[in-house]
Each structure stands twice: as C-alpha cells, then as structure tokens.
C-alpha cells in the first residue's frame, strides 16, 4: 500500500466521525462563557491576581521615570549625589516590591487556573454522565476522552496566566501610551504609525490561526480514537496478525496529528518576528526623529531615554499580547468542542414534576410500542404485552428481533417513538429517571468489571453495603468458591475489564452485584450466554434466588434456560409473533418450537 493510498484509506475510516471543524467567527461571547469558570473565585483568588497586577504594573511604570529624568538629569548631570543614593535605594526598594508581588501573582494565578480547570473538567464529565446511550452510542470513547482531557488541558495555560497577563499587559500598555504622549506627542505620534499596519496583518492572520488550532484537536481526537480501539481490540489484532497493518494505520493517523501541529506553530511563529519587525522600524524612528528633537530642544536627554525604556517596554506587552491572543485561539477552538458536548442534550429528559416511585411493585406494561435507533428501521413495531408483577418474562428470537430493545426501553435509556412503557401503571416518562434506575439491575452477556478489587466490583451495585453484605451476595450465587481461591479473596485487584478473570468468573460477579442492588426488576441479557455448562448448574439455583419476588426479564438464546418462565414471547423483525408458556408455545408448533427444534437438532420435540 503506498503512502497516498494509505492516507486516503484512513481518511475513509474516519468519514464518520462526530469530530468535524466547528465553522463560527471568532467571539467574545463565546469566551465569556469560558470565562463564566472563574465566577466561583471572584472574591479570593481573582481579586488577590488582580491587586498584585496593579502593583507589578504600577513599579514598572514608575522605574523609567526614575531612572531618566530624576536618576539622570537631577542626580547625574546635576551632580546630585545624596539625591542618587536616594534614588538607588528607592529604586532597590520598588524591585523588592516588585519581586514579592510578582512571586505573589503567580502563585495564586496557578491556583486560580487550576481550580478553574478542576471546576470545567468536573462539569464536563458530570454533563456526560447524564446523556442518553444515543450520545455513546454514535461517538467513540476515545473522541470522549479527548474532549474531557487535551481540550481542557489546552485551557490550563490560558486560565493559569493568559488571563491575568491580559489585564496586567493592557494596563502597561495603556500607562506607556499616555506617558509617551506626555513626554512628546511628535515623537509618541510618529512612532504610532507604524500601528495600523502590524493590526491590519494581524487580523488578517486571526482566522487562519483559530482553524488550525481547531484542525490541531480534531486530528488529537482522531488519533486517541484509534489508539483507543488498537488497546481495546488488541487480541483481535494479534489473532489475526494485523499487527503490521495496524502499525501503518497508526502511522498515517499520527503522521496527521503531526502536520497539524507543524501548521499551526508555523501560522503561530509568524507573528513575532512581525512584532520584533515593528520594534525595529519604531526604534529606528526613535533614533532618527528623536535625534532631532533633542538638537531644536524639544526634548532632553533624560525624557529621551525615559521614552526610549517605555518604547522598549511597550512592545514586549504587544508581543505578549500576541501570545495571549494565540492562547485565546487555542481556547476558542477547545472551548467550541467542550461546549459542544456541554449543549447536548439527554433525549431521554426528565419531566420537571417527575414522580419518584419509591415502593415499586415490579407490573409492566408495553402499549403499541413503536421505537426506531435510526428514525428509519423499526427496531419495535406496534408491540403489546403484560408482566405480572413477580413474574419472570423470556424473550426469544434471532439476532435484531428486537429483545435488547424491549430492555433498553424498561431501563428507559431510550424513549419509546409511539406507545408507552407502564411501570406498575404509571408511564415511565412521568417518572423520576433515577428512581426508575435504582431499582432496576441489568445483567448483561459482555459484564463490565472496574478496576479495583472484586469487593469493590460488587459493592458497585449499591456503595452503602457492608462488607459483610457484599459476601453474603457473593455467596448466594456461589461467587465465593472462586473468590476464596484468589491470592487476597475479596480484596484481589482486577485490572480494567476483569482481564485475570475467566467469563463465567466475571458473569458470577455481575450476577452478586445485581442481587446485592435488590431490584424489583431484574433484566439479564444473555447473561448465561458466556458460561460452560458446569457454571451454568452452579448458578441456577442461585437465579431462583436472584429472581424471587421480583420482576424479570431473560433475553436468551440458549433455550433450556428459559423453560421455567411464566411467559415466553417471541419476537422477530420487531414484533410479537407469538407468546406463552414453553408448554403451550411447544404445543402450538408455530416459531418457537422450531427454534427449539433446531437448537436440539430433535426430528421431534414435546
């Protein structure tokens, strides 16, 4: 594969994805918004920042008169003696000042930005929390990721120092037009006009600028997506020795990021040397027109180099203040794609008077339910059906019949197109999602285990459990006899996703972590799919235990695990084709029997 093709392969890989340039103008409106983080610290850290900038700004102002017109003309020329020892001290005493309130700005700056960063990241991640599976479901976990750390993280040099660095140097810079004027006006003027000309360049740069930056984190969260999906999918990849390829994918993905960077540190570059450019030629008018100006004696020597200091002064802010703007940039583009995620909204909302059903029975209820992932396929059609509060409910049929669809919307991550989902005869809807939630557990085929010990792990279903209630649960699907044989038992460390654990392991912990939440409703969603036959036997009778009194819904393919339920409803293409007991169903022998049948690879089956 060549390099070009390859580059074009990759770019066909990430065709989809979320991350795409945010195309808006540059506003202030926007920044405020950023800048709304540090109305927390408006009466300790900001006000503190804000008096030591007037301080330093206040010394370095004052220090060039010192030196020009008092140091050099009244001590010097005048022969002042005792008068310069004064003002040696004086001085010496102004950079002391200076020192301590500089020391002073940049230790609460760094707090201040780290607090403000803290505070966004915090909001960020909470924000996530409460979107709907749809939000996950069309965005990678590692375009997440990049949002939540590199785009804040990029923010962190703007809030520790840009800010405070942007008042401080517009105040010095304001301080110095005025002196200068006060000294000359002809010579403040004649060096002024070289400044429409360094603006009028630096707009035209202005957009170029933020779109690179932006470019910079759109290709950041290319690469941590796929490198993301390489370490989740590390097993694939060696399996079917794709190690080289993969290396290459990464390659050209990585070789994006870095000409991304290269391009926008290039259009960054540009503008000091023009700022070092514009000192120059306004130093050399100083030079010429000031010369002058001391020979017809409008000018004397000491207010000469007084203004040849705050000339010197005045474009290190400019210069800074091009950095600060660059900064401004970066956060403009970073801050775009936080606030994108921030204005998403949870398609499954709550109503303001939502109810909070505390003491719930466990009825449910479908009424012509109709619910579409695409607003194109239905993924449920027009179905109908009753559970019995304490009942157990299987649902059955091929892959994309619609069973994980019907658990997705008792769980309420989505929200039924037409139709209601009853809860105990009140629509889901006009519940409190979080009330709804608490006392539904999930048990799914692929079970998630955190890092951290498998006490933890268990203790996730609810945090406020003893210890001793996290073994009973252990105990009561028969997870001890596994955890008794680790090197620490309860407090043995598993890595991400349970790795050092077998599946039918893992299954185990899912199944003692749903008990110990003690739901009303319990769904397990192929939840015996992954477990040999053997750990099947153990944990049977531990269901009967995890499934009485409660309402529970079993998606399964292995249909000897179902045989048991007061109801069985097969579902294909999103609707109901049949329902009943695996007694009735068999006699029947409509769809499920001959699913059955060809599960068993029976001629016959009663």
């Known amino acids: 594969m060549t390099s070009n093709e390859k580059k074009k392969l990759i770019r066909e890989r990430f065709h989809y994805s979320s991350d795409q340039a ?8 926007q920044m405020w918004r950023l800048f709304s983080y540090l109305k927390p610290y408006t009466k300790n850290l900001l006000p503190l920042s804000f008096v030591t900038v007037i301080i330093v700004t206040a010394v370095r ?12 003309e009244k001590a010097i020329i005048e022969k002042n003696q005792s008068l310069l020892i004064m003002l ?24 201040l930005g780290q607090n403000v960063i803290y505070d966004l990241r915090q909001h960020l991640f909470s924000h996530v929390q409460s979107l709907s599976h749809r939000f996950f479901d069309q965005r990678s976990a590692g375009s997440i ?25 517009i105040f010095l810079l304001l301080g110095i037009f005025v002196i200068l004027f006060s000294i000359n006006a002809k010579l403040a003027l004649a060096i ?25 984190r759109i290709k950041q969260s290319k690469l941590n997506s796929h490198l993301n999906e390489s370490i989740q999918g590390i097993r694939v990849t060696q399996a079917y020795t794709q190690e080289k390829e993969n290396i290459e994918f990464f390659d050209g993905v990585n070789t994006e990021n870095f000409s991304s960077w290269q391009e926008a540190t290039k259009k960054n570059a540009m503008f000091r040397p023009f700022v070092e450019m514009t000192n120059a030629v306004g130093t050399a ?20 180099v007084s203004f040849a200091f705050y000339l010197g002064m005045f474009w290190e802010p400019i210069s800074r203040l091009g950095q600060v703007y660059n900064q401004l940039l970066m956060g403009m583009a970073s801050s775009e794609r936080i606030f994108e995620y921030l204005d998403e909204k949870p398609i499954v909302s709550e109503a303001e008077d939502a109810m909070k059903l505390t003491d719930m029975k466990g009825k449910i209820e479908f009424q012509g339910v109709t619910f579409s992932y695409d607003n194109d396929r239905k993924a449920l059609n027009d179905v109908s059906f009753e559970m019995k509060a304490g009942e157990t409910v299987a649902l059955v049929g091929h892959t994309g019949s619609g069973k994980s669809t019907i658990a997705n919307l008792i769980s309420r991550f989505y929200d039924a197109t037409d139709g209601k989902v009853m809860i105990d005869g009140y629509d889901i809807r006009d519940l409190s999602v979080t009330s709804l939630r608490s006392q539904i557990s999930v048990v ?11 006490m933890e792990n268990i203790r996730f279903g609810r945090p406020s459990a003893t210890d001793e209630e996290v073994i009973k649960a252990a105990e009561a699907v028969g997870a001890d006899e596994f955890i008794s044989k680790l090197p620490n038992g ?36 192929e939840a015996t799919a992954s477990i040999d036959t053997e750990t099947e036997m153990k944990i049977q009778h531990a269901l009967k235990t995890l499934l009485k009194g409660r309402t529970a819904i079993m998606i399964a393919h292995r249909l000897s695990t179902i045989r048991d339920a007061n109801q069985i409803i097969v579902l294909d293409h999103g609707e109901i084709m049949e329902k009943g007991t695996h007694q009735e169903l068999m006699e029947a022998q409509g769809v499920y029997y001959d699913l059955v049948k060809v599960q068993f690879n029976l001629p016959e089956v009663g």
């Open 444 to 454: 799914l085929q692929d079970t998630f285990i955190f890092s951290g010990t498998i």
């Open 192 to 216: 002024m006009v070289i400044m429409p000309i360094m603006f009028f360049i630096s707009t035209r740069l202005r957009k170029k600028i933020r779109r690179s930056w932006q470019n910079v």
């Open 145 to 169: 990721l990049v949002r939540i750390m590199n785009d804040i993280n990029s923010l962190q040099e703007l809030f520790t120092s840009g800010v405070i660095n942007l008042l401080m140097d």
């Open 22 to 29: 945010i195309d808006k103008p540059f506003n202030w409106k």
């Open 285 to 304: 008018i100083l030079i010429w027109y000031g010369s002058t100006l001391i020979r017809g004696g409008e000018i004397s020597i000491g207010e000469f």
């Open 61 to 72: 102002l004052l220090i060039p008169i010192l030196i020009g017109i008092y140091i050099l």
């Open 490 to 525: 309860f407090l043995t460390e598993v890595e991400e996703r349970g790795n050092v654990l077998s599946v039918g392991e893992r299954q185990l912990v899912s199944f003692a972590r749903a008990l110990l939440a003690n739901p009303r409703i319990i769904i397990l969603d």
């Open 88 to 111: 040696l001290f004086f001085i010496s005493g102004l950079y002391l000042i200076n020192y301590v309130a500089n020391f002073l700005r940049i230790r609460w700056m760094n707090q």
